[in-house]
């Protein structure tokens, strides 16, 4: 039973690594990069890890989201939907309209 | 003996203690670091002189290894536990300038201080997952300080400068992971022990491979180090001068210290020279294309620090004292010669006419060009006939190739070095403004112990062999950290 | 339900993740051209060798090293690879603390995060501030917009002036 | 080109990994130093905890050496970041739900933090989770209205002392007992709050300086102004 979820778990995290690599929007990546440190907080209680586990959540899923976060207002990266790229998004007033940078995969 | 775990605290606590301390009182802030510098060289020097004889290990904690972390001092240690402070010292960025905002200052000092006790930790420590720290303590405080000029260009270049060092930590994690896997222990004596029944075959080239690519990034080995020529070029020349010479010197011996406790098998040695001639052909080729100086002078040192490596592949004690003689002799004479890039920092060209502004500048440039090419009385000359010798003497395909790799590389050196000496006593209509009188006595310092070395060259090299023939001893290492009856704690 | 564990067992499917993680990482930042997406697919990379750690101290129907944690006499998993993924993680978002700091001044001077745009950039920069020509045309791919103009030196700390666009 | 050769490297990489899986006894580690650390380390330290009694105690030169990798991380983010102009706009404070539940969230946040701290010998935990945790309330209190700002100069003392302390505490075992970081102070019972000597202290120490680290940090990236208009 414990492998079941732990399958389930990996292909998750690996899914979502994929998606932050190929996901357009920032948001959308940033977010999953919290579902891979979710995924690794799981994993590690099943390790028998928990004091690594609490840490995980704590910065992988909690802190490192919300700095990322943080940038992505500062970068003006920040835009829910594709219609939005570049406007300025009534949650991010100062946001630029040469502020979306393009993301371009070889 | 314990007191040596204080020139690695004693700045840490001074980094600590910066900030809030230049809000009470500018001065004492401002002379905070290169004090405690000069009293963490001391510390060294007074143990040396006491117990540097043999070499004696400290447990940190006094838990006995290899539960707890230790500090091994042999004279090879010892030297870059000193080196570190003097050289901090030497290329101290807080003199001579008039910035006013004091948490800037702190800031940068701090940034100084971190850097010379991650050093010092690299040179001492006898653990590998505190080797790992101490190593990611000195990237983290060199982004810091590459970025130091707050131009947009040092910010780029940093920023990939991180990535690459970020990603090399990764995969020497990988390498530790793979390592603790296979002998559950850290420690580099206990590893010595056990590495050669647990860890060998490819398992173990492996482990290796992904631990020398990722302190490789410090030390300018082939695969990842994209990052020199635009760092040097970006940061603050005395910046450079401490990442180029100190840095990546401690990052070598760190590689050393692998080789010779760790993996000690004959395709580490292999691949360890393979990249060491990749670097130093992708090196020395782009040094010559350079059109500017600090970047001819990075790529130069790509170029140098392959040789220290290709030197280290060199089976016995003979191999260890050639990369210990090129790698001494390069941290000296780059430190100098990224000491002149603090002026001569724009293009060849305009170095036209140099020599009639600052003649003792010019003189020294040829002196430590000489040097590094290695013309016959200087000390670079010895430090590479030494490599050849080896190469010569190992006789192996690879070994001759590296060896031809070499030789063709000093032409190309030679070249480049001699075409900028050529252009700074040609006529020039607007040469560079002289050096500010610290950089310059600082370069004149370090040529004149070239010069020394270079009268003295029988008994260094006598001596120089003794602390190489220590580094190479692993029995020795061993003995020394784990002793027979296990003198435990009380 | 299908008896999963007879085909594979839980250290070999976080070793293949583990693997997985570290490889996917290196893909994002050998393949992106832009810094924020490197610098994510950079925190993967570190996810992933942490992992491996973690799993290099793991063995089977052991508890967690704390006393009392689990049934007395139980055997405890290797408690050091633990520490040292504390230690890594901790470093870790430090790391990105600071590389996020950076990537925001470097927008916001030059307003794009495309590492061969940046790159071109500091190119000319590097070269402008050593006196040297600029490199020629025909150097620069042909058909992209005309790079804009350079910045102006400013000394390090002074307000920033706002960049034509 | 550089796509192709990247894939062929990283594909090649897992491929080499995998394939030395088989050699590697997943699931059998060797536990050469960790059977002696599971061993000694309960009645020689003190500490229920293990992990904490490891990270603080046997390994406590790494967590120092982290701790100011944490600060050169800070250090260097400030020097990058600069001050802020006095005129930068802010953002604007967060809705009416942001704010009463950042008001609500903040003594919660700050008194689990601190419990985690305290009790890092015993459970799961210790300074480096607390730390995060105390950053964390500090934090969510400024992202809810961003006109109120973190005291620089408070930090920097908080940051300044606990990293000195923590040194501090490592002289003093230096002087008293010979070695760096050696504990002090006994084991006491294990599993009592006060117990397990310096351990507590160290703990304490982590928790403030990766606390006002981390929240300083924020504080900085969250202080910059937006790109100029």
Redesign the interface.
């Known amino acids: 039973m414990l492998t079941w979820v732990a399958l389930v778990v990996v292909v998750l995290m690996l899914v979502s690594a994929v998606a932050v690599l190929v996901l357009d929007n920032f948001v959308a990546a940033v977010a999953a990069t919290s579902v891979v440190g979710l995924g690794l907080a799981v994993l590690y209680v099943m390790l028998q890890a928990p004091d690594v586990a609490l840490t995980e959540a704590a910065v992988g899923a909690g802190l490192s989201g919300v700095i990322l976060a943080l940038a992505l207002r500062r970068l003006g990266l920040w835009y829910l939907e594709e219609g939005d790229r570049g406007a300025a998004h009534p949650l991010v007033p100062s946001s630029h309209s040469d502020g979306r940078g393009g993301d371009h995969h070889a | 003996m314990n007191q040596i775990v204080l020139p690695v605290v004693l700045p840490l606590l001074a980094a600590f203690l910066m900030q809030p301390l230049a809000r009470v009182s500018r001065l004492a802030a401002r002379v905070l670091g290169p004090v405690v510098l000069v009293l963490c060289a001391f510390i060294v020097a007074r143990l040396w002189l006491n117990y540097g004889d043999a070499p004696f290990m400290v447990s940190i904690g006094g838990f006995a290894p290899p539960l707890g972390i230790v500090f091994y001092a042999d004279h090879l240690a010892l030297i870059f536990a000193f080196a570190v402070p003097i050289f901090s010292l030497l290329f101290w960025p807080g003199l001579g300038d008039r910035d006013s905002d004091a948490s800037h200052l702190a800031r940068r000092d701090a940034l100084v201080l971190l850097l010379a006790a991650s050093g010092t930790g690299l040179a001492l420590s006898g653990d590998l997952f505190n080797i790992f720290v101490f190593y990611e303590l000195a990237a983290v405080a060199s982004f810091g300080l590459a970025s130091l000029s707050g131009t947009t260009r040092a910010l780029v270049a940093t920023l990939r400068y991180l990535l690459i060092s970020a990603f090399g930590s990764a995969l020497s994690l990988v390498g530790i992971a793979v390592l603790y896997m296979k002998t559950g222990t850290l420690n580099l004596a206990d590893l010595a022990q056990v590495t050669p029944h647990t860890l060998q075959g490819p398992l173990g080239l492996a482990s290796f491979a992904l631990m020398v690519i990722g302190f490789g990034v410090k030390a300018e080995l082939f695969p990842l180090n994209g990052w020199v020529p635009e760092v040097y070029a970006t940061a603050p020349a005395r910046v450079s001068a401490l990442l180029a010479g100190l840095v990546s010197k401690l990052a070598a011996l760190v590689v050393l210290r692998l080789l010779v406790l760790v993996f000690h098998q004959p395709e580490a040695s292999q691949l360890l020279l393979v990249l060491g001639v990749l670097s130093i052909l992708t090196g020395e080729l782009a040094a010559w294309r350079a059109r500017d100086f600090p970047r001819m002078i990075a790529f130069s040192s790509i170029g140098q620090l392959g040789i220290v490596f290709i030197a280290f592949s060199i089976d016995g004690d003979a191999g260890l004292l050639a990369g210990v003689a090129v790698a001494l002799h390069h941290l000296i004479a780059k430190s100098a010669l990224f000491g002149l890039s603090v002026r001569w920092n724009g293009s060849l060209e305009a170095l036209a006419g140099a020599a009639r502004r600052a003649p003792l500048a010019a003189g020294l440039y040829v002196l430590l060009a000489l040097s590094l090419i290695g013309v016959p009385p200087l000390p670079g000359f010895w430090a590479k006939i030494l490599v050849l010798v080896g190469l010569a003497q190992g006789g192996s395909a690879l070994d001759l190739l590296a060896l031809i790799a070499i030789l063709l590389v000093t032409a190309v050196e030679a070249s480049y070095l001699f075409r900028v000496a050529v252009r700074l006593y040609s006529k020039g209509d607007s040469p560079p403004a002289g050096h500010a009188a610290w950089d310059l006595g600082v370069a004149t310092a370090l040529g004149a112990v070239l010069l020394v070395s270079t009268l003295g060259i029988a008994p260094l090299a006598d001596s120089l062999r003794s602390v190489a023939r220590q580094a190479g001893d692993a029995a020795l290492y061993v003995d020394t950290v784990l002793p027979k009856t296990v003198a435990r704690k009380d | 339900?299908i008896e999963?564990?007879a085909v594979?067992?839980?250290?070999?499917?976080?070793?293949?993740?583990a693997?997985?993680?570290?490889?996917?990482?290196?893909?994002?930042?050998?393949?992106?051209?832009?810094?924020?997406?490197?610098?994510?697919?950079?925190?993967?990379?570190?996810?992933?060798?942490?992992?491996?750690?973690?799993?290099?101290?793991?063995?089977?129907d052991?508890?967690?090293?704390?006393?009392?944690?689990g049934p007395v006499g139980a055997s405890?998993?290797?408690?050091?690879?633990?520490?040292?993924?504390?230690?890594?993680?901790?470093?870790?978002?430090?790391?990105?603390?600071?590389?996020?700091?950076?990537?925001?001044?470097?927008?916001?001077?030059?307003?794009?995060?495309?590492?061969r745009e940046?790159?071109k950039?500091?190119e000319l920069?590097?070269?402008t501030?050593?006196?040297?020509p600029v490199p020629t045309s025909e150097q620069a791919p042909a058909g992209e917009r005309p790079l804009p103009p350079v910045?102006a030196?400013r000394?390090?700390?002074g307000?920033?002036?706002?960049?034509e666009? | 080109m550089r796509s192709i050769a990247s894939l062929l490297f990283a594909g090649g990489l897992a491929f080499l990994l995998l394939a030395l899986g088989a050699q590697l006894a997943l699931g059998d580690p060797a536990m050469r130093v960790g059977a002696e650390y599971l061993r000694i380390a309960g009645p020689e330290l003190g500490a229920a905890n293990i992990v904490t009694a490891i990270l603080a105690g046997y390994r406590g030169l790494d967590t120092l050496g982290e701790l100011s990798i944490l600060f050169a991380a800070a250090t260097a983010a400030g020097l990058v970041l600069g001050r802020r102009r006095a005129d930068a706009p802010r953002d604007p404070p967060g809705g009416l739900i942001l704010r009463a539940g950042a008001d609500l969230l903040f003594p919660l946040l700050v008194v689990v933090g601190i419990y985690i701290v305290a009790h890092g010998h015993l459970t799961p935990g210790g300074g480096f989770q607390g730390g995060v945790i105390l950053a964390a309330a500090f934090f969510v209190a400024v992202l809810a209205d961003p006109s109120r700002t973190l005291n620089h100069a408070a930090i920097s003392w908080i940051e300044g002392l606990a990293g000195a302390s923590f040194i501090l505490i490592g002289i003093w075992a230096l002087v008293e007992d010979g070695h760096f970081l050696a504990p002090l102070l006994g084991t006491g019972t294990m599993g009592q709050l006060l117990s397990a000597g310096t351990l507590p202290l160290l703990s304490v120490a982590i928790g403030l300086k990766v606390g006002s680290e981390l929240a300083g940090l924020m504080a900085d990236i969250s202080d910059t102004e937006a790109r100029d208009q």
């Open positions: 339900m999963l564990d594979i067992n839980l250290e070999t499917l976080v070793y293949v993740g693997i997985g993680l570290v490889a996917i990482g290196a893909l994002g930042l050998a393949l992106s051209n832009h810094l924020f997406r490197m610098l994510l697919a950079l925190g993967i990379a570190e996810s992933g060798a942490n992992l491996l750690l973690i799993l290099s101290g793991y063995r089977p052991a508890t967690a090293p704390i006393i009392g944690y405890m998993v290797d408690p050091l690879p633990q520490v040292l993924v504390l230690t890594a993680i901790v470093i870790g978002v430090g790391v990105q603390a600071m590389a996020v700091a950076m990537l925001v001044r470097v927008f916001r001077v030059y307003g794009t995060l495309d590492v940046l790159r950039r500091m920069e590097v070269s501030a050593a006196g040297m910045p030196y000394p390090s700390y307000p920033i002036q706002p960049r666009s």
